[in-house]
């Protein structure tokens, strides 16, 4: 079955510490996104890209960083840097980056940091 | 600034039929999403309207006014599975999808 997965489901780190967040889509999509969404607030674009080796930061990319080396694969590393990293990530694909084209989600890591 | 409105929670009844808004201002207009969330869960999509009017689905309709900044959510025959919170999001004319806080429905037997 064709899907996007995201690992783990929860994530637990000490303050300071780096951790990355994995996103695998086997969709043969082009374009990827990261989002995180906090309480009572709508989905936030952290990072995008719409093709391999290249991508675009969103309206809170400080503190995050991506890559995108493959077309499956765009994992989002949460550093030390973002003052507030304690929430749910939601990592999504589409087929294309046209308006009409619909964002297919993972099930999302919720990330806590102590 | 870019503003996307629903209200925060509803209630409605099983079997009983439920409008959710959502007003937006956008740099631009490239088409209006419905999505579905789950408590916990990854959002889902359930519409895309693009011009004028109403676009049936099933027992869930979405309605589009342009003009107005408007739009609504049209679910019939409410079932249990039908809590869950229901996100508006807008493409700008950057093609950027820009979200509603989402709109809580929870349905009562």
């Known amino acids: 079955d064709g899907g996007i997965t995201q690992s783990p489901k929860y994530l637990f780190r000490k303050e300071g510490q780096n951790v990355t967040l994995s996103c695998e889509q086997n969709?043969?999509?082009?374009?990827m996104y990261w989002y995180r969404q906090d309480p009572g607030q709508g989905l936030r674009l952290i990072y995008y890209?719409?093709?391999?080796?290249?991508?675009q930061k969103g309206d809170i990319a400080e503190g995050y960083s991506v890559s995108r080396e493959k077309k499956e694969s765009f994992p989002l590393t949460v550093t030390s840097a973002q003052k507030n990293p304690t929430a749910f990530y939601l990592c999504?694909?589409?087929?294309?980056?046209?308006?009409?084209?619909?964002?297919?989600f993972g099930p999302g890591t919720r990330l806590t940091v102590l | 600034g870019q503003n996307i409105d629903q209200p925060t929670e509803m209630t409605a009844t099983e079997g009983a039929i439920v409008q959710i808004n959502c007003t937006y201002q956008?740099?631009?207009?490239?088409?209006l999403f419905w999505y579905q969330q789950h408590a916990g869960e990854a959002p889902t999509f359930l519409s895309y309207?693009?011009l004028d009017g109403l676009e049936e689905k099933g027992r869930f309709s979405s309605f589009l006014s342009r003009s107005k900044g408007y739009s609504y959510l049209l679910l019939k025959e409410l079932q249990m599975k039908d809590s869950a919170s229901y996100l508006c999001?807008?493409?700008?004319?950057?093609?950027?999808?820009?979200w509603g806080a989402g709109t809580k429905l929870i349905i009562k037997p």
């Open positions: 890209s719409q093709i391999v080796n290249d991508f």
């Open positions: 969709l043969n999509h082009d374009a």
């Open positions: 309207n693009v």
């Open positions: 999001a807008v493409t700008d004319s950057n093609y950027q999808l820009i």
């Open positions: 956008t740099s631009g207009f490239n088409g």
């Open positions: 999504a694909s589409s087929i294309g980056d046209r308006a009409y084209n619909e964002q297919f």
